[in-house]
């Protein structure tokens, strides 16, 4: 069976646009600044046998504040970037909806883990997803997931005391979740 781990993109793997770029969105590949760590941590999971697939609301399509041939260019940089540093992305998965068309892929409902494992081929069964807000850790947990809090977002540790859905383990960033990840799944 194929191993995978989920992860949010903006807040997780890029510094988190809010409040500093355009519309608070990754709205061209200038704003896509990956924060210390998040390619080595995508190396270390596919080198310890992980398929990294990449789960994100990006709602700023919706609201018009880019197309979706602007997000596939800085989608396909990422990806490039990645491969560069010696890693895969599997997959990105992206609801543009806005929360107003309440479909069922914008986390936290769980539609783009299901159409992940269907594009990939795989079971989710026992796998992590690794966010940086309680929308992503409730997405996790309503998908059946183990829930990973890196604190390199939005997210800041005191915040958590107010969520109705905690996480199952929290870290400062992606690097330090992918040790922990590849560590626990050796013990098991």
């Known amino acids: 069976?194929?191993?995978i781990v989920f992860i949010d993109r903006d807040g997780v793997v890029n510094k988190d646009p809010e409040g500093w770029t355009d519309f608070s969105y990754v709205t061209k590949?200038?704003?896509?600044?990956?924060l210390p760590g998040a390619l080595d941590a995508i190396k270390l999971l596919n080198d310890a046998g992980f398929m990294v697939a990449v789960i994100s609301n990006q709602?700023?399509?919706?609201k018009k504040?880019?197309?979706?041939?602007?997000?596939?260019?800085?989608?396909d940089k990422f990806k490039l970037s990645v491969e560069e540093h010696g890693g895969k992305i599997a997959g990105v998965f992206y609801c543009t909806h806005s929360s107003a068309d309440n479909?069922?892929?914008?986390?936290?409902?769980p539609g783009l883990f299901k159409k992940a494992e269907e594009c990939l081929g795989i079971k989710s069964k026992g796998s992590f997803f690794i966010g940086d807000t309680e929308r992503d850790m409730e997405a996790g947990k309503k998908y059946g997931l183990?829930?990973?809090?890196?604190?390199?977002?939005?997210?800041?540790?005191?915040?958590?005391q107010k969520w109705a859905v905690k996480p199952d383990y929290i870290f400062k960033d992606l690097?330090?979740?992918?040790?922990?990840?590849?560590?626990?799944?050796?013990?098991i």
């Open 1 to 3: 069976m194929k191993k």
């Open 29 to 34: 590949w200038d704003d896509f600044i990956f």
């Open 59 to 62: 709602a700023g399509i919706s």
């Open 65 to 75: 504040y880019f197309t979706q041939e602007e997000l596939d260019l800085v989608t």
């Open 103 to 109: 479909c069922e892929c914008r986390k936290p409902k």
């Open 146 to 160: 183990k829930t990973i809090l890196v604190l390199a977002g939005k997210t800041h540790f005191n915040d958590i």
């Open 175 to 187: 690097y330090a979740a992918a040790r922990f990840i590849i560590d626990k799944v050796k013990k």
